[in-house]
Nanobody, 112 residues
Framework: QVQLVESGGGLVQAGGSLRLSCVFSGRTFTTYAMAWFRQAPGKEREFVATISRTGGSTTYADSVKGRFTISRDNDKNTVYLQMNNLKPEDTAVYSC?????WGQGTQVTVSS
């Protein structure tokens, strides 16, 4: 059974940065492409970014392109989301995903 545990969320001012982490356990990490999603209050969950199994390929939502960077460390079974130049509209619960498995999420709040 895959387990995903996110951390790194918090409260930050607009223009600031945060780095989210997601630790994977239970299966072979390199078997899975990884993704980040987010859900703001009253809105549907939306895709943020994804990274291939080797880390050689990444894809981003247009809303975060150029500000967020997804990466992974296959030795540490961890995927990261570096978020720069944060905006109030980035406020959401951020969750990592591997296939049909989801973490519990970490709250990111950006104040204006």
């Amino acid at each position: 059974q895959v387990q995903l545990v996110e951390s790194g969320g918090g409260l930050v001012q607009a223009g600031g940065s945060l780095r989210l982490s997601c630790v994977f356990s239970g299966r072979t990490f390199t078997t899975y492409a990884m993704a980040w999603f987010r859900q703001a209050p009253g809105k549907e969950r939306e895709f943020v970014a994804t990274i291939s199994r080797t880390g050689g390929s990444t894809t981003y939502a247009d809303s975060v392109k150029g500000r967020f960077t997804i990466s992974r460390d296959n030795d540490k079974n961890t995927v990261y989301l570096q978020m720069n130049n944060l905006k109030p509209e980035d406020t959401a619960v951020y969750s990592c995903a591997a296939a049909s498995y989801w973490g519990q999420g970490t709250q990111v709040t950006v104040s204006s």
